[in-house]
């Protein structure tokens, strides 16, 4: 089967710096994603790891290592508008196989 | 560019009625995804379509869903008859291929009374 699992809730400061974990098991491995979903609204794409290592985007970076299942998103220099859900994919085998969505975790960011 | 388009935005009706809900996928993208999100559930897959062809309908709960994807530009997912456990946001996304990024639409919120 297919799992994948991230921390329901987290709650961090405005202007610091916060780490949201994905771990996962999966049939095979093509690719994880990562995802922004704010309350009432769509999910939006933020990132794509296929390779081990960190992938950086302002102030969004992504890690990936595959021999451990494993990913993070990096949140820097939060701020309010980063309260959101962050919904963590992975795209288990190469061809026409759809992603599979973790159920998110909720990001709260406090003054 | 124009993202994903899914109307109504909204649907309230009493159970038992039909509901329709539309989606028009990017131009170009070859996939498309009908999504149901829940807070006990969160993002399940209901059915994606490839190259307007359905490849798997595991997902959809029960005989009352039905989706269909007539031409590369439109999709519909119907629920006949509407029971209060199908309230949810519906979301329909589309790819290029399946397994890239999809893109979503802004989803339907559906309230079944």
């Known amino acids: 089967g297919q799992n994948i699992d991230q921390p329901t809730e987290m709650t961090a400061t405005e202007g610091a710096i916060v780490q949201i974990n994905c771990t996962y098991q999966t049939s095979g491995f093509n690719g994880l994603f990562w995802y922004q979903q704010h309350a009432g609204e769509a999910p939006t794409f933020l990132s794509y790891n296929v390779l081990d290592g960190l992938e950086e985007k302002g102030r969004f970076s992504s890690f990936l290592s595959r021999s451990k299942g494993y990913s993070y998103l990096l949140l820097k220099e939060l701020q309010m508008k980063d309260s959101a859900s962050y919904l963590c994919a992975v795209a288990p085998e190469a061809g026409n196989t759809p992603l599979v969505f973790g159920k998110g975790t909720r990001l709260s960011v406090i003054a | 560019d124009a993202g994903v388009i899914q109307s109504p935005r909204h649907e309230v009706t009493e159970m038992g009625q039909e509901v329709t809900l539309r989606c028009k996928p990017i131009?170009?993208?070859?996939?498309l995804f009908w999504y149901r999100q829940t807070m006990m559930r969160g993002l399940e897959l209901l059915i994606y379509f490839n190259n307007n062809v359905p490849i798997d309908d595991s997902g959809m709960p029960e005989d009352r869903f039905s989706a269909k994807m007539p031409n590369a530009s439109f999709s519909t997912l119907k629920i006949q008859p509407s029971e209060p456990r199908d309230s949810a946001v519906y979301f329909c996304?589309?790819?290029?291929?399946?397994?890239?990024?999809?893109?979503f639409g802004d989803g339907t919120r559906l309230s079944i009374l």
């Open positions: 131009s170009g993208h070859n996939s």
């Open positions: 996304a589309s790819s290029f291929r399946v397994g890239q990024p999809q893109h």
